[in-house]
């Protein structure tokens, strides 16, 4: 088993971190493949650290196999700002060896220190094995439903 450590992301790591999120994106999730301009500018707003954050999880010898992506925003109800985890992807050779564990630690651990008040994530209904994660890591399933939408400008879109 590598040990792998965890930190945030920097410049130096967007070629691994952009092959990382094309397997999370592409390989894992079976969605299109994003423009190439639009994935680095995602990866570029995180670097910046002011709508997000992403943290990576880094071998000894420095191969990176996995990250996690928390994004900021607000909760009305509770008046105040919460973390969103929108991403924690570990490649499947690491999977089950703690580098999950600790990227999850490193966005809850970011979460109090930055004073939100909730740590909130997602996942698929059929991804057993990260429910089954996440319900090891202390969480609570939620009762509300998720919907989405793609916007349109209604103009012949």
């Known amino acids: ?16 971190l952009k092959n990382l999120m094309l397997a999370y994106i592409v390989d894992f999730y079976q969605y299109r493949q994003p423009e190439d301009e639009k994935l ?23 191969t990176l196999v996995g990250f996690a992506t928390l994004y900021f925003s ?4 509770r008046a105040a700002k919460i973390a969103v985890m929108n991403d924690l992807f ?4 690491e999977r089950g060896q703690g580098a999950a564990a600790k990227l999850f630690a490193a966005c809850k651990g970011y979460a109090a220190r930055h004073h939100y008040a909730k740590l909130t994530w997602e996942t698929a209904p059929d991804n057993l094995r990260a429910r089954a994660f996440y319900d090891k890591m202390g969480g609570d399933q939620g009762h509300w439903l998720t919907y989405s939408v793609i916007p349109t400008s209604g103009m012949g879109d």
């Open 40 to 62: 680095n500018a995602l990866i570029h707003v995180l670097l910046e650290q002011k709508d997000g954050i992403q943290f990576v999880a880094e071998t000894e010898d420095g």
């Open 90 to 93: 570990v490649i499947e050779s």
């Open 74 to 77: 607000y909760s009305t109800l």
């Open 1 to 16: 088993m590598a040990q792998v450590m965890i930190r945030e992301a920097v410049i130096s790591d967007i070629p691994q």
